[in-house]
């Protein structure tokens, strides 16, 4: 497996590949699609996340001391943006995660983008990742 | 008006978004300022900036003629019978909360009821909701069909001798259909029932003739009309308002505070407490004069219609395409058209089309109990003014397309 930070300049690396949005949004509705499927019975209340225009749903499984995740969203872009943020941070330890500052999300310009509404509900992802990973620590 | 001329005036309008000519579409959220807008605020501050009613020196006698002035600008375009019955709010939300606020304290006791429309905005949910919890009344809703039209028919029933008021909106920001508001009034009053309408839209699309509708309270927004944000007005018929309670304390809304007791102003004052905008108030009279202007321009009208007729036939007959707020003829509607294309998510096809340099709105536009209705999370929302064109519109609905295409792929 690559360390989290081989992981991370990989996505920044492909990202910095596109320089139009639309194409951006290609790689993000790819990832998206890509993602595998989420079970219905998983899309609960206390799964889904708070403050996104769309709705998301992540749940998480502690496995051999690391945090795996999976997710599902009824909008693409959003489901390719919980993507990139599970196949960064899925199967790492939680202080892995808890001691990440994300900041690749800024460097690839995904944040500033993103609209309000969407820039929340990126924040609201990025902070429940976060706190399943306190939680677990 | 040619469409370039009107453009001229908007300053805003020329500019790009992500390299791309700017096409926007969310005027129903907020219009576009006018340039007269811009330069009236910029000469308030500049010249006649000093608080208005209270001073006797030149500028505040300069900046209280130009906010009374305006007081007299709106009367004309809501003919309105007397300047008492026009107060000065932040916005359309301001205005119903002090409506239904002080109606209901004047007039609603426990066991009555209050009626709002299904095809409600929040602001005209809410306040009465708080309202109705406060005073022991009930809440009751009058339906839509699946159209997006009223079901008026039903309205007669639903009135009792315990039925205060119905507040309603003259055009729904998502259904974009005309509200029959003369017959809606008619049938209440025939069973004493108050009116309030919520002309948030409506006073953009064609205005209203306060006293020609008959309706009771009429509340508007001043940035949906092309003017300053934070500016809006309540119109209120004198014999209720002089029957409510005052909204706020403070100053200016008072006649003499004692210890033991303070008397009120008369109207309008009465229910303007403190420091009113005086900034941007003045640029109501600049905005009404061009939304009034617009709305008499037979060539401005043609324009409007051709490009509703355009997208209602291209978001209206499509397979893949369910619109909302279906007329039974192009004068029933505004160019305003929310609509979800089949397994694409709204906001997807907004953060794209956004990208393409066309601002939509999408979600649930402050009308959750309508998205209940239709069974939706959200909509697409294309909302169209004066200077919006018809290139534009096939602009949209090419990329629309497109957008669609590379989502579905
Ligand atoms: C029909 C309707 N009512 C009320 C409002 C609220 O207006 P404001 O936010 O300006 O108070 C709006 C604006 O979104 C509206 O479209």
Redesign the interface.
């Known amino acids: 497996m690559k360390s989290l930070q081989e992981v991370k300049e990989a996505i920044v690396e492909d990202f910095s590949t596109y320089d139009e949005?639309?194409d951006k949004?290609?790689y993000l509705?790819e990832l998206g699609k890509n993602l595998s499927a989420y079970p219905e019975e998983k899309k609960t209340d206390d799964r889904l996340i708070q403050g996104c225009?769309?709705?998301v749903w992540l749940d998480s499984e502690v496995r051999d001391g690391r945090i795996w995740f999976t997710a599902d969203s009824?909008?693409?872009?959003?489901k390719g943006i919980i993507s990139l943020l599970i196949s960064v941070y899925s199967g790492r330890t939680a202080s892995e995660i808890y001691g990440d500052d994300f900041g690749f999300i800024t460097e690839i310009g995904l944040k500033e983008n993103?609209?309000p509404?969407?820039a929340n509900g990126l924040a609201s992802m990025i902070a429940r990742i976060k706190t399943i990973a306190e939680e677990n620590l | 008006m040619k469409v370039e001329e009107i453009r001229q005036m908007f300053p805003a309008l020329s500019q790009e978004v992500?390299g791309k000519k700017l096409v926007y579409f969310d005027n129903a959220a907020t219009s576009q300022r006018l340039s007269s807008v811009i330069e009236c605020q910029k000469d308030c501050a500049l010249g006649a900036n000093a608080n208005i009613h209270r001073a006797v020196h030149k500028l505040a006698v300069e900046a209280t003629k130009a906010y009374e002035d305006t007081r007299d600008a709106v009367k004309s375009f809501l003919n309105v019978g007397s300047r008492d019955e026009i107060i000065f709010t932040s916005g359309t939300t301001h205005s119903i909360n002090l409506a239904a606020s002080c109606f209901g304290n004047a007039f609603v006791n426990p066991g009555d009821e209050v009626i709002v429309s299904e095809s409600e905005h929040h602001s005209n949910i809410v306040p009465w909701q708080l309202m109705c919890n406060r005073r022991g009344a009930t809440l009751r809703v009058l339906p839509v069909d699946n159209d997006g039209h009223l079901l008026v028919d039903l309205l007669e029933g639903m009135l009792s001798e315990r039925t205060k008021i119905l507040a309603v909106t003259q055009i729904s920001n998502v259904l974009g259909i005309r509200n029959p508001i003369e017959r809606i009034v008619s049938i209440c009053h025939s069973k004493g029932c108050k009116v309030l309408v919520d002309g948030a839209q409506g006073a953009v699309h064609g205005g209203i003739d306060v006293q020609e509708t008959g309706c009771d309270f009429y509340a508007f927004s001043g940035h949906k009309v092309y003017a300053a944000t934070g500016v809006g007005v309540l119109y209120g018929k004198k014999e209720l308002l002089e029957a409510m309670p005052p909204y706020m304390g403070g100053g200016e809304m008072i006649d003499h505070v004692r210890f033991s007791g303070t008397t009120y102003a008369p109207l309008p004052e009465k229910f303007e407490a403190g420091t009113q905008n005086f900034l941007s108030v003045p640029t109501l009279r600049p905005a009404l004069e061009f939304a009034q202007e617009v709305n008499k321009d037979a060539e401005v009208q043609a324009r409007q219609k051709e490009i509703i007729d355009y997208l209602l036939d291209k978001l209206g007959n499509s397979p893949e395409i369910r619109l909302f707020g279906v007329p039974r003829g192009t004068e029933e509607k505004i160019p305003l058209f929310s609509f979800c294309v089949e397994g694409?998510?709204h906001?997807?096809l907004?953060?794209?089309l956004?990208?393409?340099g066309i601002a939509l709105r999408?979600?649930q536009m402050c009308a959750e109990p309508l998205m209940d209705r239709f069974g939706v999370?959200?909509m697409l929302r294309a909302s169209i003014a004066p200077y919006n064109t018809m290139e534009e519109a096939e602009y949209f609905v090419k990329c629309l397309d497109k957008a669609a295409k590379?989502?579905r792929a």
């Open positions: 949005w639309l949004y290609e509705i225009q769309s709705r009824d909008a693409i872009i959003t993103l609209s509404t969407r | 992500y694409v998510h906001e997807d907004a953060l794209i956004d990208k393409m999408s979600g999370t959200g590379m989502l």
